[in-house]
Structure formats: C-alpha cells, structure tokens
C-alpha cells in the first residue's frame, strides 16, 4: 500500500461537480492499493499517518502529529500510485488492485483512520474521476510505503 500524505490549510475533492469531501487544517493522504496488501498495512500506515509528528509547535519545529493539533484528514484513492514507468512511456497499472479487493481495503482504511484519529474521515468515491484542490502548506509532503516501512 502507498500513500502520498500532504500537509494543507484546506482541500476538497469533487465528482461531477460536487464536493464529496472537505477538511481544513489537516493531511490529504492519496492512497493506492496492491493485491499484497493486508490488514497488518492498513493498521501500520493508519498508525503512521495519525502520528506523524509534521505540523509546527509552538516555537515553529516540526514536532506535532494531525491527532495533536485536531486536524483533519481526506482521503482520497489512486490507483496511479502504483504504475510501473519501467518499459516505454505507457505507465503500467499491474500492480493496482482491481476493485473488487481494493474498495474493502480502502473502506477498511477508512475506518481504522477514523479509530485512530479519534474523527469522521472526509473522503472522494472511489473509482470516480476526481478533480482535487488543496492549499498545500509548507509545502510539506511525505510518501510511505507499507512493504518498504518508508
């Protein structure tokens, strides 16, 4: 499992026009699914992304997690996350999940996020064409990797 985390003021995602979700202050976390992934993924980069500590103190250092500072999170699937740019210029999707597996896992993420974080969980529909906007703050943005532990 892959997830690009970003740290933003705001953001929001629509489908069709209509916003399907929104948080301010807080992380927009993309996430990607692959068939390896499990619930041992789900619960370590849940865990990961509630507690990593890369919003300012009170003296301006990164030392503070979304959980301390009562932010937000919007998640959003992307199964790009996985393309493979190996061979030609035609990215490969071989390594995302087919829908059938990936949307359990991400309901699954979903929930333990919200567990973790103690909060509702903003979110886009999966497998929609979605247009996100967000004010990336910093800009700060992390990429982890549930195989890699990175």
Known sequence: MRVVIQRVN????????????????GLLVLMGVEDADSDDDINWLSNKIVNLRIFSD?????????????????????????ASTKKGNKPSYIKAS????????????IGQLKVDLGKNIATGIFGADMQVELVNDGPVTIILDSKNKE
């Open 10 to 25: 705001k953001a929001s995602v629509k489908v069709n026009g209509e916003i399907t979700g929104q948080i301010n202050k």
């Open 58 to 82: 009170e003296i301006g250092v990164m030392n503070k997690s979304v959980k301390e500072i009562g932010g937000e999170i919007l998640l959003v699937s992307q199964f790009t996350l996985h």
């Open 98 to 109: 087919k829908s059938t597996f990936a949307i359990p896992m991400y309901e699954k993420m």
